[in-house]
């Protein structure tokens, strides 16, 4: 029994982090979402579609800019991969089901262009 339990903590542990080999980003997209200029619309987030902006709408984002400040918002004192785990439970809190590692990893990319240091892909062996 023991055993069984720790085996499920564990899983679940691992269900509510982030980890960027989860992501379905591909190079291309990746690169023009970075190139690109921030704009409103939250398609244009590598991840996120109708449901996911439909989740968002409840939670009070309805644009990009206000999911850049929430992904910023949670940055506190503590490491990028406590920030990528903050921001991937608020996602799957907001109610966010599907490719929550994509827009987390999406996110923490564009941020660290304007924002050197905020992420650091090397931690995660990218």
Request: some cysteine; aromatic content about 12%; overall charge negative.
């Amino acid at each position: 029994d023991s055993l069984d339990f720790h085996f499920f903590s564990k899983t679940m542990a691992a269900a509510s982090e982030y980890d960027p080999s989860k992501t379905k980003i591909n190079e291309d997209t990746l690169g023009e979402w970075l190139r690109t200029p921030v704009g409103e619309d939250l398609t244009s987030v590598p991840g996120v579609g109708n449901a996911a902006i439909t989740r968002f709408e409840t939670v009070g984002i309805t644009n990009t800019f206000q999911l850049i400040g929430q992904f910023l918002l949670l940055k506190g004192n503590e490491g990028i991969e406590q920030h990528m785990n903050a921001f991937f439970t608020w996602l799957k809190d907001a109610g966010v089901n599907a490719h929550r590692h994509t827009i987390c990893l999406a996110l923490a990319e564009k941020c660290d262009i304007f924002m050197p240091g905020i992420y650091d892909a090397e931690l995660y062996g990218q």
